[in-house]
């Protein structure tokens, strides 16, 4: 259990320790408001299993694993300061879990398991066109029966990978995109849907095209 769990699950403020330990994933004022929402709805704070376990209002929990014990350089900076406090965070909605694998054995990234998948898509025209291959492609959240991965070949204006929604039943990836998100923001806005049970993403970012 890392030192700093205990001072979360003895805080008699559950929602302001939640707001102080998870406050790094964002730099942003209004995704910092929306944490402060989230942070409202907690009910609990605890551990089980070397596991911190937090409960919100609405009978979701979400279960976060200790550090990761060595990130890679190369993982996004976002990735890696995620997984340098929790190493999988796991969040059950529905019955259908959203997952943040955090890093491997080398800590480095995850590959993504539905980019082969997308064969015919502009997205894997374009890895093909720099003769890339699947393989290329990380992995970066479970988003129920759906993945979220990063592009190898472009950038955000935070200098992290682009970030692609692939729809399991459509298989064409579809980048989000938003001044200054970088992939912990887009991380907060999809816990956040879940647990307040509230469509955000389109509030705070674009999801492909914006005319479709």
Not at 31 to 42: D, G, R, Y
Not at 52 to 68: I, S, Y
Not at 101 to 112: E, I, K, Q, R
Request: aromatic fraction near 8%.
């Amino acid at each position: 259990m890392s030192p700093d769990w205990y001072d979360l699950v003895a805080d008699d403020d559950p929602a302001a320790a939640f707001s102080t330990h998870f406050g790094f994933l964002t730099a942003q004022p209004e995704l910092t408001e929306l944490l402060a929402t989230v942070a409202n709805t907690v009910s609990a704070i605890t551990v089980a299993d070397e596991t911190l376990v937090v409960d919100f209002e609405g009978g979701t929990q979400l279960r976060c694993q200790p550090p990761a014990p060595f990130v890679g350089e190369t993982v996004p900076a976002s990735y890696a300061r995620l997984a340098s406090v929790h190493d999988g965070i796991t969040l059950e909605w529905d019955d259908v879990p959203l997952s943040f694998l955090g890093v491997d054995g080398d800590g480095t990234l995850y590959p993504s398991e539905f980019i082969a998948e997308t064969e015919g898509s502009d997205v894997f025209a374009a890895l093909e066109a720099a003769e890339l291959g699947p393989e290329h492609v990380s992995h970066a959240f479970v988003h129920a029966q759906n993945e979220l991965v990063f592009s190898p070949l472009e950038r955000t204006d935070t200098g992290e990978p682009a970030v692609y929604y692939i729809d399991h039943g459509e298989c064409d990836p579809k980048r989000i995109t938003g001044d200054g998100l970088c992939f912990a923001d887009v991380l907060l806005v999809l816990l956040a849907e879940a647990i307040l049970d509230e469509a955000l993403v389109h509030r705070y970012a674009t999801v492909g095209d914006e005319t479709e």
